[in-house]
């Protein structure tokens, strides 16, 4: 039976739909999805296609390739066209059957498909690039290199070929491997910027960084003012020398002032490097520029904040808000830590009540709290909390440690327990509220309800250092169980070991154990990270009892004058010093 009609009105109208799919610059075989096509420029009409009838073997396949790719049976869609490729010998066809191969994540069977597409179809821009993706992926370059030639050939666009060359090659593992093809093909064209970018990108990805930046000192003498170029050189020179990179930004800015994708690449290496000076004045020029760029005013105001120029930052966050900023809240948030840090707090807490929902819409609430206990008001401030709506156990849990924080700073220990103990018969396996019951059972002297709830927390999370440590502080300083405590706060250094607050329970159970020599020296290397004074406190007691008196003395009276309401240090002076 002739089936002609057939084949122009279906299968030709599904092999059409390729032709109204966007366009798409590089063939990217990790992100194709059903009903993606592999977007094709080239002439399929001027093609010498197969004049064959369209036989029943032929029309099953495409119905059941086509029906079983809508099911999600990706096995049964790429078995069917990759027959209907092979029979046909259409280049559609074997278009279709590449698309539906990488749809089913099998690059072996893909590579035939594109294969058989680029036999067809010797022109085809994305064939050829679909073929060279796959024999990268594999690690076989030696193969890819045919099909970039090709492509070089009929690109018709050198300069986009270099531009896109490192995408088609990224999933090959051997960067080295990589970085040398690139060499070569390269090599043709001393005076193409695009080519020498490429092998700098290439020996980026390779670590070479020495040859990435002598690349792009050719590529910036070829086309100086290429942004794109100016942004890579910065990052390379910044792997290199920070210095370096912060000079070449600013030399560049100075000649093309109106480079912003540059400028706010620059700031924004300046805000990940801490260097908020600069950043600021780079935001502050792209201000300038961008006068109504509400996301501009927003950063210079935080760069502001940051700085605490705080004038400056309430001016910039009240810009953002007039120019419209989406997320107001957040900016009402900003405006109203702006009045708390300046000491307006009535207006502070009129801006805090005005968040009014968003990410910020509890921080400000918690802030409004604060401000309300710090007047005096605590009942006032526990009602705010305890009335606010929750939206999960987390938020939940979140305002119950705020109000029980609220009562441990005003020094109401017995009341911080019962809210907490409250908290628990709620969320009784809430990590945060285990921790903080048991900090306040032991200002009270229900050491049994702090070892009960840290071990059950160690249960819960064995991971949890301060949960080991501050159980074996406990056993330190409330008893004789100095070889358990040592264990536990070894077990907490494990896994926190840069943190100065179990280094100093190391120092501490040590010097318990009459260990003084190991005590000091934990003792010290945890005060030189944290000056904290209960750490001063700690160390300046075992440097008397070694015997250093005045070194004591010293370290006692230099860190009261920063805390000279820390009742910790002032009791352990008040032993030593009477």
């Not at 009942?379 to 938020?395: I, M, Y």
């Amino acid at each position: 039976m002739n089936f002609k009609l057939l084949i122009s009105s279906s299968l030709i109208f599904c092999l059409s739909a390729c032709a109204q799919s966007p366009e798409r610059s590089v063939v990217d075989i990790d992100k194709l999805e059903a009903g993606d096509k592999l977007e094709d420029q080239s002439e399929i009409g001027q093609l010498a296609l197969p004049k064959q009838d369209l036989t029943a073997s032929m029309l099953f396949d495409f119905l059941m390739g086509e029906t079983a790719l809508q099911r999600g049976d990706t096995e049964v869609a790429t078995e069917s066209y990759l027959r209907l490729a092979k029979t046909t010998r259409d280049p559609r066809v074997a278009q279709r059957a590449t698309e539906v191969t990488l749809l089913s994540r099998k690059p072996v069977l893909a590579l035939a498909a594109a294969t058989i597409w680029a036999e067809l179809d010797p022109n085809s821009v994305v064939a050829h690039q679909t073929i060279a993706a796959l024999l990268a992926s594999a690690g076989r370059l030696d193969e890819a290199r045919p099909h970039l030639d090709k492509l070089l050939a009929v690109e018709g666009n050198i300069s986009k070929f270099f531009m896109q060359l490192n995408n088609l090659l990224a999933r090959n593992i051997n960067k080295t491997e990589t970085l040398e093809l690139v060499q070569e093909l390269a090599k043709p064209y001393p005076k193409l910027p695009e080519a020498h970018f490429a092998v700098s990108q290439a020996a980026w990805l390779a670590n070479q960084f020495d040859i990435a930046q002598q690349q792009m000192k050719l590529v910036m003498t070829l086309r100086p003012d290429w942004e794109m170029a100016a942004i890579h050189n910065g990052r390379i020179l910044r792997r290199i020398s920070k210095t370096s990179a912060i000079e070449f930004y600013e030399n560049y800015l100075e000649t093309y002032p109106k480079a912003n994708k540059t400028r706010i690449t620059f700031a924004r290496m300046l805000v990940a490097d801490k260097n908020y000076i600069k950043a600021r004045s780079q935001f502050k020029q792209l201000l300038v520029q961008s006068p109504e760029n509400a996301n501009i005013a927003l950063a210079v105001g935080l760069l502001s904040m940051e700085l605490q120029d705080f004038d400056a930052a309430e001016e910039n966050f009240k810009k953002a808000l007039e120019l419209g900023y989406k997320d107001f809240n957040t900016i009402r948030f900003y405006i109203a830590r702006v009045y708390e840090k300046t000491r307006r707090i009535n207006t502070a807490m009129e801006w805090y009540r005005s968040v009014a929902r968003g990410n910020q819409f509890l921080p400000a609430q918690v802030r409004y709290a604060l401000l309300l206990s710090k007047k005096g008001k605590m009942s006032e401030a526990r009602k705010h909390l305890q009335q606010l709506p929750v939206k999960n156990d987390q938020q939940r849990a979140y305002l119950i440690v705020t109000e029980a924080e609220l009562l441990r700073e005003a020094g109401a220990h017995q009341k911080v327990f019962y809210v907490l103990s409250s908290g628990l018969k709620r969320l009784p396996d809430y990590p945060e509220l285990l921790y903080d019951r048991a900090m306040a059972a032991e200002k009270i002297g229900k050491l049994d309800i702090l070892e009960k709830d840290l071990r059950k927390l160690i249960q819960l999370k064995p991971d949890h250092a301060h949960a080991h440590n501050a159980l074996g502080y406990s056993f330190a300083e409330h008893s004789n169980r100095l070889p358990e405590a040592l264990e536990l706060i070894k077990k907490a250094i494990k896994l926190s070991p840069e943190d100065p607050y179990i280094i100093d329970s190391l120092g501490w159970v040590h010097y318990r154990m009459g260990n003084l020599n190991k005590g000091v020296i934990y003792l010290k290397q945890a005060f030189v990270i944290k000056p904290d004074p209960e750490i001063a406190a700690h160390l300046g007691e075992v440097l008397w009892m070694q015997g250093t008196k005045e070194e004591a003395k010293e370290i006692w009276r230099s860190t009261i004058k920063s805390h000279p309401e820390n009742e910790v240090l002032l009791n352990t002076m008040k032993r030593f010093m009477p």
